[in-house]
């Protein structure tokens, strides 16, 4: 079932509330002006029978009967004419019935039946509504029944005319109230339909258009402004994606039209078997430095996406980095480089991914022998400084210059293309290895110099615990315990 909108809740909530306190309020009303009228009218019939009570205390204690009759008579009979009252004597004998009571019809009273002290009640006579108070009093050891009346016609009326005025306003004022209710909260939400409209409008062809922000610092501002934040954060990355496919795809062209003009110009005639061999193997070597690409493009979509997640376990970094200068030696000394491993004698684990961790180093080794040509030096070394592991990659070679080595780790950067792609290089490499060190909550820099060479010194932070296997890593290393310097060339 569809929701109804905002606007409409709000109006149904607000008509529910005023309703219940006009409900409320009328009901207060009503009983407080009921409890008035009638606290008046009772109180006038207590006056009366207290009057007629000092009335009897001042007859003569032996008066008869007919004595009190004719005085009682004499006296209310022309102070209190239209009076309703009517007195007993003890043994139910009559004393007194006003002729207004005779009228009006109220009946005669059945002493034994009255209690003490009766509370005043509604009777309706001849259809005339009346409030009786009924009460024995005691004079000068006489006791008689009295009963005083008040009409209550006009303050019934009273109270049915309140009732209908309430009866009759409170559906008039709940629909104002619902009208007015609605009006405002359109009011209110009026500027989040603005938003929505705008926001309807914004696709990825015109994503750098914002939300105008009202400048009155309440929730709607907020709202704007975090989708704006929201926008510039989606923005940043649909550029960022957009570029990366703008490159990716720019660094797949060159190789593959390489493959196809060898290709092309091999089958243009008919060719020996070495010609065939030599074009094959360039296209051979074109294929893998592509698969190459291709893998490495995957992995930064991964690392996107986040669907890249590495496993971070504690890590002998020592071991590690031995292990991978070991496998590494034959490749880079073949070159004609000398390669130098140190490492220090004790290293507390790290929480690292194992095939990450050795994907930086051969990304961080792979530079520096391709930008390094022969007679130079490569080192690796591995050890501890200020509470935390650090790596270090040196080398001799080519250097990068200042302003490039705030660039490198950016994706794509090649310092000079030509000759960067010549070593196989697209620019890729070291934005992963800066990817794979800020997983692990460390820090990659470069300290270089044009024509010296270049040193890149990762640090990761060190586990609390250390491991019994930090000791006994010089199997591994295939370097006798104790020494520092584990290879020299
Ligand atoms: P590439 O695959 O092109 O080497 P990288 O991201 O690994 O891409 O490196 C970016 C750029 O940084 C390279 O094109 C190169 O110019 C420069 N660079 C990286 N490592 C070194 C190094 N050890 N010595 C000199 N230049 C380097």
Do not use: C
């Amino acid at each position: 079932m569809r929701r109804l909108s905002i606007g409409l809740r709000l109006t149904l909530w607000y008509v529910a509330v005023f309703a219940v306190a006009q409900l409320v309020f009328g009901a207060g009303m009503y009983f407080i002006l009921r409890q008035s009228l009638y606290s008046i009218t009772d109180d006038a019939l207590h006056d009366q029978i207290d009057d007629l009570t000092h009335f009897l205390e001042a007859q003569k204690k032996n008066a008869t009967v007919a004595k009190l009759q004719e005085e009682v008579s004499e006296t209310y009979l022309i102070e209190h004419s239209g009076d309703y009252l009517q007195i007993y004597g003890e043994s139910g004998d009559w004393i007194f019935r006003s002729s207004a009571l005779a009228r009006s019809g109220i009946a005669p009273i059945e002493p034994r039946l009255v209690e003490d002290q009766q509370q005043p009640r509604d009777v309706v006579f001849d259809g005339h509504a009346f409030r009786l108070l009924t009460q024995r009093v005691e004079v000068n050891r006489h006791a008689y029944t009295v009963q005083t009346g008040l009409p209550i016609d006009q303050v019934l009326k009273t109270l049915s005319l309140f009732r209908r005025f309430l009866l009759l306003f409170a559906p008039l004022l709940l629909l104002a109230a619902a009208t007015v209710g609605y009006w405002l909260s359109r009011k209110a939400l009026s500027p989040v339909d603005l938003i929505t409209r705008t926001a309807q409008n914004i696709s990825a062809r015109n994503l750098s258009d914002r939300l105008d922000t009202p400048k009155t610092g309440d929730e709607l501002q907020r709202l704007s402004d975090t989708l704006n934040g929201m926008l510039s954060r989606i923005e940043a990355a649909f550029l960022r994606i957009t570029q990366f496919t703008a490159d990716a795809s720019h660094e797949l062209r060159t190789p593959i039209s390489l493959i196809r003009t060898e290709a092309e110009i091999a089958l243009r005639k008919s060719r020996g078997e070495a010609e065939y061999r030599q074009a094959l193997r360039h296209i051979l070597l074109e294929s893998e430095q592509t698969s190459v690409l291709i893998e490495e493009l995957l992995t930064l979509a991964r690392a996107d996406s986040g669907r890249e997640s590495l496993q971070l376990r504690p890590v002998d970094l020592r071991a590690a980095v031995l292990r991978t200068g070991n496998e590494w030696r034959q490749m880079i000394e073949s070159r004609g480089l000398r390669f130098d491993v140190t490492a220090d004698e004790i290293l507390p684990m790290v929480t690292a991914d194992r095939s990450a961790l050795s994907r930086l180093l051969a990304i961080l080794l792979d530079n520096a022998q391709k930008y390094t040509s022969a007679p130079g030096k490569i080192g690796l070394e591995v050890g501890k400084v200020d509470g935390k592991a650090f790596v270090a990659v040196r080398d001799t070679g080519i250097g990068i210059s200042q302003k490039d080595q705030a660039k490198i780790f950016e994706r794509f950067y090649r310092v000079d293309t030509a000759r960067s792609r010549s070593r196989g290089g697209a620019g890729i490499g070291l934005s992963i290895a800066h990817w794979i060190v800020q997983q692990h909550d460390g820090t990659i820099t470069v300290q270089s110099e044009i024509g010296k060479g270049s040193t890149f010194i990762v640090e990761f932070p060190l586990r609390r615990e250390t491991s019994k296997s930090e000791t006994d890593i010089s199997a591994i290393a295939g370097a006798p315990a104790g020494s520092r310097q584990l290879s020299k060339h």
